[in-house]
């Protein structure tokens, strides 16, 4: 299994609402990173997770949380977003020390209205 | 000194033609260059990568050449199919500066399209 597989792919949410997207792999990668890319842009870094601890937070605002329950898993909770937070959140993960491979999902397409 | 350059914003070429895409980079600290890939409604695909240390990488036909000195590399891909249209990012891999650790800097990136 060499996949990075993200739920919802779709999600559409009012800015008062309480959503999560979920991430999960199992190829026993103990790095796990969150991307945001809006249209015709770069994928941009908001988190990293490694061995389960965060190691980065790219100043990302607070309605924006991160969870990872386990190493095959990783969450992102959103809460009271706003409408320019519309994008597609992007997955990745990569083995551990000394690997630079970052294996991509293929996204959550988040609309806020 | 964290940003990657990349050129051209979009290609067109024919099927056949082998389009050239450069990127540019300031940090000596880079120590791994990946090439991704990524088709409308998916997430990025790895590519090709190539190591500072090393002048040309070949799969397939998709080629990366790398010159150190200038801090330059560009992906050549050979006989260019339809179904090579997509969008082309470059990437630098740092490894623990400005208080990152394995953080990936992506370029811009390059539309492709190939017509047949």
Known sequence: DTEVTQTPKHLVMG????????????????????????AKKPPELMFVYSYEKLSINESVP???SPECPNSSL?????????????????????RGR???????????????? | QQQVKQSPQSLIVQKGGIPIINCAYENTAFDYFPW?????????????????DVSEKKEGRFTI?????????SLHIMDSQPGDSA?????????????????LIFGAGTRLAVHP
């Open chain 1, 62 to 64: 607070s309605r924006f």
């Open chain 1, 15 to 38: 800015m008062t609402n309480k959503k999560s997207l979920k991430c999960e792999q199992h190829m026993g990668h103990r790095a796990m990173y969150w991307y945001k890319q809006k």
């Open chain 2, 36 to 52: 991704y890939q990524q088709f409308p409604g998916k997430g990025p695909a790895l590519l090709i990568a190539i190591r500072p």
């Open chain 2, 65 to 73: 050449s790398f010159n150190k000195s200038a801090k330059q590399f």
């Open chain 2, 87 to 103: 969008t082309y990012f470059c990437a630098a891999h740092s490894n623990g500066f400005s208080g990152g650790y394995n953080k």
């Open chain 1, 74 to 94: 990783l969450n992102l909770h959103l809460h009271a977003l706003q409408p320019e937070d519309s994008a597609l959140y992007l997955c990745a993960s990569r």
């Open chain 1, 98 to 113: 000394g690997a630079n491979v970052l294996t991509f999902g293929a996204g959550s397409r988040l609309t806020v209205l």
